[in-house]
């Protein structure tokens, strides 16, 4: 069974980091590109980062674009997204999806406020 | 960017009904490859997206047969021949043909 399971939820002050994993199990993790998306309360989903299977290629949309960084580790089936210098408007529930949107994770929510 | 419309926004129906939600792209969706990589997503509430259907008009597996999509090109449809109660939440077309990947605004289907 495919398994996308997020982790690195919380609250963060304004300006500061944060980081998100994506551990995948159930296929073979190397051979998909995987996506970051997210949907601020009430809003609709917003693509916002993806990454080649094998690291190549990686894409941002211009809000992130910057201060958010993806990255993978096939050798741990894991999927990361690092993000700085956070603004309130990147308050979200993010979630990664594999390839072309088949499998999607439960969810992390991430809060930017002081 | 490509930038994906929907319409109509939010869609009342009763049960049984059968209904359409338009996706329209600025511009062609067709890759240099030959596949149009336009899908249709539903969001219930409270949950993940779920994928219905993939590159225009395949049904994913496990997705009723009540849900079918056509189109090409930048005017994609998604139809629900009879909708259930269990269809009820957001739509969403998203493209994955030119990067940066897009999504449409979404179109809520509520019971009339």
């Known amino acids: 069974e495919v398994q996308l399971v997020e982790s690195g939820e919380g609250l963060v002050q304004p300006g500061s980091s944060m980081k998100l994993s994506c551990v995948a199990s159930?296929?073979?993790?190397?051979?998909?590109?995987m996506n970051w998306i997210r949907q601020a309360p009430k809003k609709g989903l917003e693509w916002i980062a993806l990454?080649?299977?094998?690291?190549?290629?990686?894409y941002y949309a211009d809000s992130v674009k910057g201060r958010f960084t993806i990255s993978r580790d096939n050798s741990k089936n894991t999927l990361y997204l690092e993000m700085n210098s956070l603004r309130s408007e990147d308050t979200a529930m993010y979630y990664c999806?594999?390839?072309?949107?088949?499998?999607w994770g439960q969810g992390v929510m991430v809060t930017v406020s002081s | 960017d490509v930038v994906l419309t929907q319409t109509p926004p939010t869609l009342s129906a009763t049960i049984g009904q059968s209904v359409s939600i338009s996706c329209r792209s600025s511009?062609?969706?067709?890759?240099?490859?030959?596949?149009?990589?336009l899908n249709w997503l539903l969001q219930r509430p409270g949950q993940p997206p779920q994928l219905l259907i993939y590159?225009?008009?395949r049904l994913e597996s496990g997705v009723p047969n009540r849900f079918s999509g056509s189109g090409s090109g930048t005017d994609f449809t998604l139809k629900i021949s009879g909708v259930e109660a269990e269809d009820l939440g957001v739509y969403y077309c998203v493209q994955s043909t030119h990067a940066p990947w897009t999504f449409g605004g979404g179109t809520k289907l509520e019971l009339k």
């Open positions: 159930g296929f073979t993790f190397s051979n998909y590109g």
């Open positions: 590159l225009v008009s």
């Open positions: 999806a594999r390839g072309y949107f088949d499998y």
């Open positions: 511009q062609s969706l067709l890759h240099s490859n030959g596949n149009t990589y």
């Open positions: 990454i080649y299977y094998d690291s190549s290629s990686k």
